[in-house]
């Protein structure tokens, strides 16, 4: 199984400022067919489902507002929220569907400092 | 819009067994793989299994904690997934999502989710 390790647990940022969550696969997920990381990025937030944020890596879901960014490329990825917001506060989790079963991070809690 | 409408959670003594529904709107469910995720109490996210679309055979793939257990299987005439649970553990303890997944992901969308309690 492809382990998905984030850093850090959790962090605190004050309003308006940057976050940046990191995620490392324990190895390639990228998918040779059409040259794509297949790496997405979750947010939940308390009492929640998750919501999907981005796939590909970087391609941003509809709806998202674009304070919210992916990037990576080998084995390490980032999610980064550019300003933050109150209602940003929530637990982010990464997850590679390139191979089964596919595999979530334990996930980073963002919290208002 | 897409909906996701799990139901059938509850408390299950250990070794017993549940059924779980999922009943999906919005988009053209055969096309969709589903899958289900659980989540225990105030723990991260962990993949259940998934069934791929009919067109696909509907194969199946499972999670090692579940394998041999758990049964995934899909009714398209009713736009419904449905997840059979056996021999219940307290470990199964959590809520588990209903999710589809739409060429984006496995999981683009989630249902709310139904609470899943084994315990004696």
């Known amino acids: 199984d492809i382990v998905m390790t984030q850093s850090p647990d959790s962090l605190a940022v004050s309003l308006g400022e940057r976050a940046t969550i990191n995620c490392k696969s324990s190895?390639?997920?990228?998918?040779?067919?059409?040259?794509?990381?297949?790496l997405g990025w979750y947010q939940q937030k308390p009492g929640q489902p998750p919501k999907l944020l981005i796939y590909w890596a970087s391609t941003r879901e509809s709806g998202v507002p674009d304070r919210f960014s992916g990037s990576g490329s080998g084995t390490d990825f980032t999610l980064t929220i550019s300003s933050l917001q109150a209602e940003d506060v929530a637990v982010y989790y990464c997850q590679q569907y390139y191979s089964t079963p596919p595999t979530f991070g334990q996930g980073t809690k963002v919290a208002i400092k | 819009e897409v909906h996701l409408v799990e139901s059938g959670g509850g408390l299950v003594k250990p070794g017993g067994s549940l059924r779980l529904s999922c009943a999906a709107s919005g988009f053209t469910f055969s096309d969709a793989w589903m899958t289900w995720v659980r989540q225990a109490p105030g723990k991260g996210l962990e993949w259940v299994g998934r069934?791929?679309?009919?067109?696909?055979?509907?194969?199946?793939d499972y999670a090692a904690p579940v394998k041999g257990r758990f049964s995934i299987s899909r009714d398209d005439s009713k736009n419904t997934l449905y997840l059979q649970m056996t021999s219940l553990k307290t470990e199964d303890t959590a809520m588990y999502y209903c999710?589809?997944?739409?060429?984006?992901?496995?999981?683009?969308?989630w249902g709310q989710g139904t609470l899943v309690t084994v315990s004696s």
């Open positions: 190895q390639s997920v990228l998918y040779s067919s059409n040259n794509r990381y297949l």
């Open positions: 999710s589809a997944g739409m060429g984006k992901t496995d999981t683009d969308y």
């Open positions: 069934i791929k679309r009919t067109s696909q055979d509907g194969t199946t």
